[in-house]
C-alpha cells in the first residue's frame, strides 16, 4: 500500500488508471519548471500525455533532464524520472520543435 502524502503522491496513485480517463493522450506545454509546473507536468505525463516543461533557467534545466529534482515533494523525483524513461517527460529552454503545434499550451 501506498501512503498519500503530497500532491506528487495523487498523482501517483491515480497513475494506475490515469491513461484510462484520457480518451487521446494530448502533447502539451507547461511554462515553468518550478513547484507549480513541475508537480503539474509530471502529473499530466503520469496520467498518460506528452509533456514539455520549459523553464528559462538552464542550470535548472539540465539538472531536470539529468533526473534531478531541484525542489522536495514526496515520490515527485521518482515521478519525474519514470515519466522520463517513458518518453512522456522533457525539459527546455524553449519550446521545441516536435511541441510547436502541440494541444495545449
Not at 519548471?33 to 509533456?51: D, I, W
Amino acid at each position: 500500500p501506498h501512503t498519500c502524502r503530497g500532491v506528487a503522491s495523487a498523482f501517483f496513485l491515480a497513475g494506475a488508471t490515469g491513461p484510462a480517463l484520457a480518451s487521446k493522450a494530448m502533447k502539451l506545454v507547461v511554462f515553468g519548471a518550478g513547484y507549480v509546473g513541475l508537480v503539474t507536468g509530471t502529473g499530466l505525463s503520469e496520467l498518460g500525455h506528452e509533456v514539455q516543461c520549459i523553464d528559462l533557467d538552464r542550470e535548472k534545466v539540465e539538472r531536470l533532464r539529468e533526473g534531478q529534482v531541484p525542489l522536495y515533494e514526496p515520490g515527485l523525483a521518482e515521478l519525474v524520472r519514470r515519466n522520463m524513461r517513458a518518453g512522456r517527460l522533457h525539459f527546455d529552454t524553449q519550446v521545441s520543435e516536435d511541441f510547436r503545434k502541440a494541444d495545449l499550451y
